[in-house]
């Protein structure tokens, strides 16, 4: 019984220290616009038929006046800090769209020559001797993680069949891409629908 409880409450205050990391990795954004118009063809301009929104929970309102009339209009984007700055940076500046922004986040730095102890290059063997099936196991993964990292592949595909040229004009890639963006986005209706919360 002591076992359990104890057990019990460094479970508690693991996930308390896991709320508050992702809580200090969260940030929110709002771009205003003077008009529905204004908002909604920006939205089309950064996202364009874009099933979902990468990395980034996107709300969209207006206010109405007294009289009926539409005043004001807002995009808000709530997700990792450094999601949603490179999106105010980039996307909400008018330099790019929602591509530009996966881009500009995976984009690596130059390697950096780096001298191992034997027992970190005898770790390092063994993870690279690890199957991807054996990694799975071994790796904790939330279903979150499994969604977006679904997400940026699928859009390393799109973004292939348009800008690498070995697969431009190759339509069954392109259908396939497409296909993919739709089982998503029901992939991601289904867990709103069976797993809240899970994002």
Not at 94 to 113: A, E, I, Q, Y
Not at 137 to 153: K, V
């Amino acid at each position: 019984m002591k076992y359990k409880n104890l057990m019990q409450e460094m479970y508690g205050i693991a996930k308390s220290e896991q709320k508050k990391k992702e809580s200090i990795n969260e940030a929110k954004y709002k771009q205003t616009y003077k008009s529905i118009t204004a908002r909604d063809k920006d939205s089309r301009r950064i996202w364009g038929s874009q099933i979902g929104h990468p990395r980034v929970k996107v709300t969209s309102w207006s206010e109405v006046g007294k009289t009926g009339r539409m005043k004001t209009a807002y995009i808000e984007i709530e997700g990792d800090k450094d999601w949603v700055d490179a999106y105010k940076k980039i996307a909400f500046s008018g330099k790019g769209n929602f591509t530009d922004v996966v881009k500009s986040l995976k984009v690596l730095p130059k390697p950096t020559r780096v001298e191992h102890s034997p027992t970190v290059v005898e770790e390092l063997n063994k993870e690279i001797q690890l199957s991807p099936a054996k990694r799975l196991i071994n790796e904790a993964m939330t279903p979150r993680d499994m969604f977006y990292s679904l997400g940026d592949q699928i859009e390393n595909l799109k973004w292939m069949t348009n800008r690498y040229t070995d697969f431009q004009g190759d339509r069954t890639l392109v259908s396939i891409a497409k296909k993919m963006l739709k089982l998503h986005d029901e992939l991601h209706k289904h867990l709103d629908k069976n797993y809240q919360p899970w994002d």
